[in-house]
């Protein structure tokens, strides 16, 4: 049986994989290092919540950080 080649997957088809294959415990510690591994799409603090402009930014740091995955 040939082994499924994680690293050279997306991380959305790594999902995809993991879904359909919940037992795999290979594909779950592959996903698994992968999230561990991916950068943090914003931070911030409390205060940021309450500027709405800076908050606004922040979003739009993140919605372009999902694209990018």
Not at 30 to 47: E, H, I, K, Q, V
Request: aromatic residues 8%.
């Amino acid at each position: 049986m040939k082994e499924t080649d994680f690293q050279s997957m997306s991380r959305k088809e790594l999902r995809t994989y993991l879904l359909r294959h919940r037992s795999d415990e290979r594909a779950f510690q592959a996903y698994m290092d992968r999230l561990a591994d991916a950068p943090t799409l914003a931070s911030g603090t409390l205060a940021d919540l309450q500027d709405s402009e800076h908050f606004a930014q922040l979003l739009q740091q993140v919605d372009k950080a999902k694209k990018n995955m």
